[in-house]
Structures are given as C-alpha cells and as structure tokens.
C-alpha cells in the first residue's frame, strides 16, 4: 500500500494541472508570475486550498487575479481529472518562500559578520 492517501495524490494532480493551467491558459497579468507550491484537499473533495506564491511580491494583486479566474480552472480541471466531486477553489498565498529566503539571508548575514570577528581576533 502506498504512503500517500487519496486526497493526496488528488491534491498533487491538482497542483501540476494548475500548474500548467496558469503557464498556459490564464492570460491575466496579474496571475503570471505565480507558483503554484502546494495543495490540500479536504477529505471529502468539496475544497481544495490552492498555496501559491509570486516572485515580486505583489500577493494581494495575484489572489485577485486567481480567484477571478477560479471557475475557469475548476471546469478546465474537471475535464481533466475526471473527478466525481470537483472541490472548489481556495487560494491561499504560501509566505513560506518569503520567510526561507529571509531566515536564508539572516543566516549568511550572521556568517559574514561572525568571519570578520573571527579575523579581527
């Protein structure tokens, strides 16, 4: 048996078709610079909380944008994964990224300075 449960699987077909989706279908500016990170999806399919993230930092203007183009990529993912209950959208901006890349400069700014302490010595 597999260690992944079906909402699982459900959750990562979701996020690779929404992936393509937004590369390919959607041509809302707002929506172009957005990664698709994660999806979970309720237990008895009815909601699906999409986590995105945009490179420049302007999330508000993305969820607007993704959440004007819902209905579309509901019945875009409906036709393709053939899903008895399709869930409805929910976006969600992942901030995850932006904390990584934060605590990732905080750590090399730490190092550095502890380097020039460690030569003054």
Not at 75 to 85: D, E, I, Q, W
Not at 96 to 106: A, I, K, P
Request: glycine share 6%; net charge positive; no cysteine.
């Amino acid at each position: 048996m597999s260690g992944f449960s079906r909402t699982d699987r459900v959750g990562q077909q979701i996020r690779r078709e929404l992936a393509e989706l937004v590369r390919l279908e959607i041509n809302d500016p707002r929506v172009k610079l957005v990664t698709i990170t994660d999806v979970e999806v309720a237990n008895d399919f009815s909601h699906a909380k999409i986590f995105f993230t945009r490179l420049d930092g302007q999330q508000a203007e993305a969820q607007r944008g993704l959440e004007r183009a819902a209905g579309f990529l509901r019945s875009k993912l409906a036709r393709s994964l053939k899903l008895r209950v399709m869930p409805q959208l929910h976006f969600v901006y992942d901030a995850s990224v932006e904390r990584g890349s934060r605590l990732s400069q905080l750590i090399d700014q730490a190092v550095a300075q502890d380097r020039q302490d460690g030569g003054e010595s």
